[in-house]
């Protein structure tokens, strides 16, 4: 599949969209979904229509490895 990032949630079709167990429950959360080509969509569980994001496997291993190194801890802290 080519997807462009922008595209909005609601025309990806039929996926299943998930969030982390720990996310706060005043629905500040980013739901993942795989899509048929195998990429991974995200998007803001508050706009469930609105703007996903489209990644590559290897984009979010990347991020996913950064992540588990702390190296995006200063954004948040």
């Known amino acids: ?3 462009r990032n922008g595209v909005l949630a609601g025309g990806l079709g039929p996926v299943t969209w998930r969030k982390s167990q720990v996310s706060n429950p005043s629905g500040d959360c980013v739901e993942l979904a795989e899509l048929g080509g195998g990429e991974i969509a995200m998007r803001n569980s508050r706009d469930p229509q609105g703007p996903a994001l ?3 496997r290897a984009e979010m291993s990347a991020f ?5 190194f702390g190296e995006f ?5």
């Open 1 to 3: 599949m080519d997807h």
């Open 54 to 56: 489209i990644y590559t």
């Open 64 to 68: 996913l490895r950064g992540a588990r």
């Open 73 to 77: 801890d200063d954004l948040i802290s």
